[in-house]
């Protein structure tokens, strides 16, 4: 099946320690987003590509990286974590029809805690 | 600026019919979605509107008035299943999605 796989589904890290997190795909879509959701909020978009053309949005922190070496993957890179950091991390991605409005599909997301 | 409004929670009964709305203000409009979300899972896709009206897709349907601004989604026969947040989402002018906070939806047998 097509699909967004996420890794880990759970991790754990240090405060200030380096922490890097993968999602996959399947669907040969071009677009990917990262989200990062904590409890009982919205998801909030951190960056996302259009291929290889990588967009931050303008409130995302400089702690937060990512990468996309080739189509079906992309790394969010968290350089110094903080307390503040924890959340549900979510992967998605969608195809570039041309129209824009193009459904969004979720991998299972990557729970992070930092101790 | 932009927001979508939904209710934090709501409770049904098991086999009813439930209707979440949400009112969404964004900087243009390209579409309204709407997400289901288990507990510690990843959302998955339910519905997307474009149009004004309603789309029906199984137990679930979606309507949409642009002119308002406001999105309802309804749930029918309500299942054990069905507990979840649901989470409205506007798309803008610029393609991005603009989310709702989600609404929890609480299913008693």
């Known amino acids: 099946d097509a699909m967004v796989i996420q890794n880990p589904r759970y991790q754990v890290t240090q405060f200030g320690k380096p922490v890097t997190l993968s999602c996959s795909q399947t669907?040969?879509?071009?677009?990917m987003y990262w989200y990062q959701q904590k409890s009982s909020q919205a998801p909030k978009l951190l960056f996302h590509y259009y291929d290889k053309d990588f967009n931050n949005e303008a409130d995302t922190p400089d702690n937060f990286q990512s990468r996309r070496p080739n189509t079906s993957f992309c790394f969010l890179d968290i350089r110094s974590p903080g307390l503040g950091d924890a959340a549900m991390y979510l992967c998605a991605t969608s195809r570039d029809s041309g129209t824009g409005a193009d459904t969004q599909y979720f991998g299972p997301g990557t729970r992070l805690t930092v101790l | 600026g932009q927001n979508i409004d939904q209710p934090t929670e709501m409770t049904a009964t098991e086999g009813a019919i439930v209707q979440i709305n949400c009112t969404y203000q964004?900087?243009?409009?390209?579409?309204l979605f709407w997400y289901q979300q288990h507990a510690g899972e990843a959302p998955t896709f339910l519905s997307y509107?474009?149009l004004d009206g309603l789309e029906e897709k199984g137990r679930f349907s979606s309507f949409l008035s642009r002119s308002k601004g406001y999105s309802y989604l309804l749930l029918k026969e309500l299942q054990m299943k069905d507990s979840a947040s649901y989470l409205c989402a506007s798309m803008d002018s610029n393609y991005q999605l603009i989310w709702g906070a989600g609404t929890k939806l609480i299913i008693k047998p």
């Open positions: 964004t900087s243009g409009f390209n579409g």
């Open positions: 509107n474009v």
């Open positions: 669907l040969n879509h071009n677009v």
